[in-house]
């Protein structure tokens, strides 16, 4: 019975996607990705959020609320050259380490700059919509900017 | 460590029955060349072509510029840990093809920008426009991985700069310049009363088609190092780099870094040019943290009482140069930041992804979402259809005339970090 409810407890907090090492369950690690190259190759390793229908920004909003519920970004949210009205795709690793209340401020600012400067890419002009085989290099891009982050915890 | 650069002026470029320099003219066999390079099983055909300033051509995409070297005297030779055997270059004699350079373009991937207009109003923005280009066309075996495809076409560039290079090996120079770094204990000694400069050269080293090489080594797997400034200008610094053609730091860039010139210029009068400090830019946040502790730290123990940082691309290195310079900064050593902007079209969003207070004296190699007009030219040197993919694309759109309009962006080396460029407020 008691560890009946204390399985429910966890599994209400998960849901709520309050970080695990809050309740006891240390060093996880999540990707948030809108990017189906890296589930394809990831997945079965890593927890993903595989946002299939999102947007780079959308995948920057989902990192934004985690953060809120105290996860912490391990990769930075701008990374790569390509723009982001340029690439459509976005893979961010954050985790459930401990994360002091500097270190929150810090990456609140971080992920809040990334969307902003998302948004004002696209005010300038939208994400095209391009053909298949470029969407295809961008996805293999985005891939290897997170593999470098990805091979640092397996 | 002491380095002469034995200029040679090059006034053009010709194909010719035997390659040679002679008169200020590169004279190229382009069949002897085009079989070297095709040593590589990664290609399965090689093109040559040669534009010239002022001429009506177009180059793009452009992968990477290098400048012919060739290493006279002195330790090692051309390009160390890739080219050459790992040696520790930067001291004798190397000769400098001066007014020349080697253009790569290669469609690694579908999207890329990366124009050099040699005439009109694009090569205005361009430093590219001014020198002889020997353009090399890549192209890759069927089912090439982009990793291995990025990498043939790097080295392609770099086999053919170090071949023409070497064509002026025994040719006399018209002019030499000397650089020359002394030790930590020499310089104290000799400009007690100078301030102690250093140079904090940020590598772009994120993944596939944003990496930079140093004696061969993926700049994201080191730690942040001292490294002699004229070891860059013996090709210790390699760029793999073809993402954000504005603002990308080609090899060229590395060998001709101005950054370096000018602190070399008032080394020894105004202040005390000491070294270059090279760190990287990875996506990982730990990494930043270590590399720019380490930064910081280094600045630190040598006595700086001035830094200067230059950050490569766009996006995140933002926070990698702010968090140099803020940690700089705290170890009371001032700081001066050089980054480019994106604006917005008018120039009037906020122009970093990344702020702090420590940040009071920045540099500015231009607004990148500045709009320009490029006229339509007679010939395209490499992938005319990445006109319409930059035309049709995120950052232009093409006109009934075959003109384009398009952001800044596109041009290769235009709102360049290290200030290797020409836009001013002036």
Not at chain 1, 3 to 24: H, M, N, R
Not at chain 2, 19 to 40: F, M, R, W
Not at chain 2, 97 to 122: N, Y
Request: charged content about 20%; glycine content about 8%.
């Amino acid at each position: 019975m008691v560890v009946c409810l204390i399985y429910k407890i966890y599994t209400i907090l998960i849901e709520a996607g309050v970080p695990e090492s809050i309740y006891g369950v240390s060093n996880m690690y999540l990707i948030v990705t809108n990017n189906q190259l890296c589930l394809g190759k990831y997945g079965a390793q890593i927890k993903m959020e595989y946002l299939e229908e999102g947007s780079y920004l959308d995948v920057l909003l989902k990192v934004r609320d985690y953060l809120h519920l105290g996860w912490k970004l391990e990769t930075h949210p701008m990374t790569g050259s390509l723009k982001p009205n340029q690439t459509p795709y976005k893979s961010i690793m954050i985790s459930n380490n401990p994360l002091d209340q500097e270190e929150f401020y810090s990456q609140e600012i971080t992920i809040s700059n990334g969307i902003a400067a998302c948004r004002k890419f696209q005010s300038i002009r939208k994400t095209p919509d391009w053909p298949e085989h470029l969407l295809e290099d961008f996805r293999i891009v985005d891939l290897s900017l997170i593999e470098g982050a990805i091979q640092r915890i397996l | 460590m002491k380095l002469e650069l034995g200029i040679i002026p090059i006034s053009d470029i010709q194909f010719g029955p035997e390659s040679k320099v002679e008169n200020g003219t590169i004279y190229v066999n382009a069949e002897e060349l085009k079989a070297l390079i095709l040593e590589d099983e990664a290609l399965q055909s090689v093109e040559l072509d040669i534009a010239r300033p002022g001429e009506s051509v177009r180059i793009m995409p452009v992968k990477d510029v290098i400048e012919p070297r060739v290493k006279v005297s002195g330790e090692g030779a051309m390009f160390p840990g890739v080219i050459s055997k790992v040696a520790t270059v930067g001291s004798g004699r190397t000769n400098v093809l001066r007014g020349s350079a080697v253009v790569t373009t290669g469609k690694i991937v579908g999207f890329q920008e990366g124009i050099i207009d040699m005439t009109g109003e694009g090569a205005k923005y361009t430093p590219f426009s001014q020198l002889n280009n020997l353009v090399v066309v890549c192209e890759p075996v069927d089912g090439l991985a982009k990793h291995a495809h990025e990498k043939a076409v790097r080295l392609a560039g770099l086999k053919t700069a170090d071949y023409i290079g070497k064509l002026a090996k025994n040719i006399e120079a018209e002019e030499i310049e000397t650089y020359e770094t002394v030790s930590v204990k020499e310089g104290l000694q000799r400009w007690p009363d100078l301030p102690r400069v250093a140079y904090v050269l940020m590598l772009q080293s994120q993944g596939l088609l944003h990496d930079t090489y140093v004696y061969g080594v993926d700049a994201k797997q080191s730690l942040t190092t001292v490294i002699m400034p004229t070891e860059i200008m013996d090709g210790a610094i390699l760029s793999g780099n073809c993402v954000s053609a504005c603002d990308k730091n080609t090899t060229y860039h590395h060998l001709n870094n101005p950054v370096i010139k000018d602190l070399f210029a008032q080394h020894g009068k105004t202040l005390n040019f000491v070294g270059v400090i090279i760190t990287n830019e990875n996506v990982y946040l730990a990494d930043k943290m270590r590399s720019s502790d380490w930064t910081a730290k280094l600045c630190d123990w040598l006595g700086l009482d001035g830094a200067i940082v230059s950050q490569e691309g766009f996006g995140n290195p933002d926070t990698d140069l702010i968090m140099n310079c803020k940690k700089i900064e705290a170890k009371g050593v001032k700081t001066v930041i050089i980054t480019d902007e994106y604006a917005g079209r008018d120039g009037a969003s906020q122009s970093l992804a990344d702020a702090d207070a420590a940040a009071t004296a920045v540099v500015t190699g231009g607004n990148a979402n500045e709009v320009i007009h490029l006229p339509k030219l007679d010939k395209v040197i490499g992938y005319p259809e990445v006109a319409d993919i930059i035309a049709g694309g995120f950052d232009g759109s093409l006109q009934a005339d075959g003109s384009i309009i398009a952001e800044l962006q596109v041009i290769t080396g235009a709102t360049n970090e290290m200030g290797f460029n020409t836009l001013s407020a002036r």
